[in-house]
């Protein structure tokens, strides 16, 4: 939905950057003319250019290719990740304009989902780009060549909230038998998280999981194939002591980040100005606690989230389900007039959300967050100046 002034419609600021996937441009092509972008996307594309080739030789013109819309693939896995943090970056460049010294100053922290986290470990100011994504593209190539064998599952409950524990047992067990790795990679929600899987050990999950997971969990198998990070499965090509020994020399700032970050390494504000090297590391093999930071940023009373890059996917969709399903709980009149037994009784598919809801009231804040995605906003003014766009601003609200 629209809204006016949706920029100076929250006082505690969250910024989030996107991570890797299967289509990685968006609408940066749209925006290459974009009186706000169109030299700021060319100079950070050129920079990450230069830096494919310095770190893996590659000849590449990413404006270019953003600009013929070459599409994404696992061959194109390194200058994807390149493309994305400079897209980012690039759009933190606006957002400081868009939103003013008064606007940067409601801005409360910073978070990113698995590659976002990069951007922000930048943003803030404890890497430059280059220290930073360096490591990331020389680690790239072999991220890519375990992907062909990768394969990527959806475990959801209906009911109940997830038993993460026998989730992580049964991956071991089945990691056990040799036939490949398997591992948590995400942890979405109480009731989600995603697998990764080599071979046809998430086929063989699925096939089993009926024996020690109730019947209102399922498994939806992605048709992509994935480049294995945070799980353990880049231990293969020993991608997390390669990552440490690279960060080892490369130049942290021992300061505070100018923002706090919230990371989903950590599932928390974690980076302190010592510790750069050591999330960084961890940042390669630890799964992603999202769902934590999302709680985080609740109980924090984050009242918008700005979302940078092109086309975030995992955090909006995560906050908009979230905020959705706690409306239609609160909807419900037996939440006023029947208590919460039976407010939890008539909502058995959301079992999960209605026990966490009975005794964590941040959880309520989620309808009132409101959340901005970047490059939609910036597509549909195309040609306002920055005074006019202060005023003729569109919000993504969670309906």
């Given at each position: 939905?629209?809204?006016?002034?949706?920029?100076?419609?929250?006082?505690?600021?969250?910024?989030?950057?996107?991570?890797?996937?299967?289509?990685?441009?968006?609408?940066?092509?749209?925006?290459?003319?974009?009186?706000?972008?169109?030299?700021?996307?060319?100079?950070?594309?050129?920079?990450?250019?230069?830096?494919?080739?310095?770190?893996?030789?590659?000849?590449?013109?990413?404006?270019?290719?953003?600009?013929?819309?070459?599409?994404?693939?696992?061959?194109?896995?390194?200058?994807?990740?390149?493309?994305?943090v400079a897209t980012e970056l690039a759009h933190w460049d606006a957002l400081r304009?868009?939103?003013?010294?008064?606007?940067?100053?409601?801005?409360?922290?910073?978070?990113?989902?698995?590659?976002?986290?990069?951007?922000?470990?930048?943003?803030?100011?404890?890497?430059?780009?280059?220290?930073?994504?360096?490591?990331?593209?020389?680690?790239?190539?072999?991220?890519?060549?375990?992907?062909?064998?990768?394969?990527?599952?959806?475990v959801f409950s209906r009911g109940p909230s997830l038993d993460v524990e026998v989730?992580?047992?049964?991956?071991?067990?089945?990691?056990?038998?040799?036939?490949?790795?398997?591992?948590?990679?995400?942890?979405?929600?109480?009731?989600?998280?995603?697998?990764?899987?080599?071979?046809?050990?998430?086929?063989?999950?699925?096939?089993?999981?009926?024996?020690?997971?109730?019947?209102?969990?399922?498994?939806?198998?992605?048709?992509?194939?994935?480049?294995?990070?945070?799980?353990?499965?880049?231990?293969?090509?020993?991608?997390?002591?390669?990552?440490?020994?690279?960060?080892?020399?490369?130049?942290?700032?021992?300061?505070?980040?100018?923002?706090?970050?919230?990371?989903?390494?950590?599932?928390?504000?974690?980076?302190?100005?010592?510790?750069?090297?050591?999330?960084?590391?961890?940042?390669?093999?630890?799964?992603?606690?999202?769902?934590?930071?999302?709680?985080?940023?609740?109980?924090?009373?984050?009242?918008?989230?700005?979302?940078?890059?092109?086309?975030?996917?995992?955090?909006?969709?995560?906050?908009?389900?979230?905020?959705?399903?706690?409306?239609?709980?609160?909807?419900?009149?037996?939440?006023?007039?029947?208590?919460?037994?039976?407010?939890?009784?008539?909502?058995?598919?959301?079992?999960?959300?209605?026990n966490l809801i009975s005794r964590d009231a941040a959880l309520l804040r989620a309808?009132?967050?409101?959340?901005?995605?970047?490059?939609?906003?910036?597509?549909?003014?195309?040609?306002?100046?920055?005074?006019?766009?202060?005023?003729?601003?569109?919000?993504?609200?969670?309906?």
């Open positions: 939905m629209n809204a006016p002034n949706s920029f100076q419609a929250g006082n505690r600021i969250a910024v989030s950057f996107r991570g890797y996937n299967v289509t990685n441009a968006g609408k940066t092509r749209e925006l290459l003319s974009h009186p706000l972008l169109k030299d700021r996307l060319r100079d950070r594309l050129a920079e990450a250019s230069r830096l494919c080739h310095d770190v893996l030789g590659l000849q590449v013109d990413l404006y270019k290719d953003v600009a013929e819309g070459r599409p994404s693939s696992l061959e194109t896995y390194s200058p994807d990740l390149a493309t994305i304009d868009i939103l003013g010294k008064d606007g940067c100053s409601r801005i409360r922290l910073l978070t990113g989902y698995s590659l976002g986290e990069v951007t922000a470990v930048i943003v803030a100011g404890l890497m430059s780009f280059e220290a930073a994504m360096a490591p990331i593209l020389e680690l790239s190539v072999d991220a890519a060549v375990l992907a062909p064998a990768v394969s990527m599952g959806i989730i992580r047992e049964k991956c071991i067990d089945l990691t056990a038998r040799g036939n490949g790795i398997i591992a948590i990679s995400t942890y979405l929600s109480p009731n989600t998280v995603l697998l990764m899987g080599e071979g046809d050990t998430v086929d063989q999950f699925k096939a089993e999981m009926a024996d020690c997971l109730p019947r209102s969990v399922h498994l939806r198998k992605n048709p992509h194939h994935w480049p294995p990070l945070h799980t353990p499965i880049v231990l293969k090509k020993h991608l997390r002591d390669r990552a440490a020994v690279m960060l080892q020399t490369a130049e942290c700032k021992p300061i505070l980040p100018e923002l706090p970050i919230l990371s989903c390494v950590e599932g928390d504000i974690a980076y302190n100005g010592r510790n750069t090297r050591h999330l960084m590391t961890d940042w390669v093999d630890h799964p992603q606690l999202l769902w934590d930071c999302v709680h985080a940023m609740l109980c924090m009373g984050i009242d918008q989230v700005i979302h940078l890059g092109p086309e975030p996917n995992i955090l909006p969709a995560t906050l908009t389900r979230l905020a959705d399903n706690v409306q239609s709980q609160l909807d419900k009149p037996s939440w006023y007039s029947y208590g919460l037994r039976t407010f939890s009784r008539l909502t058995a598919d959301r079992r999960w959300l209605a309808p009132f967050v409101k959340q901005v995605i970047l490059e939609d906003w910036l597509v549909e003014s195309p040609d306002a100046t920055e005074a006019e766009r202060a005023k003729a601003e569109k919000t993504t609200e969670p309906a």
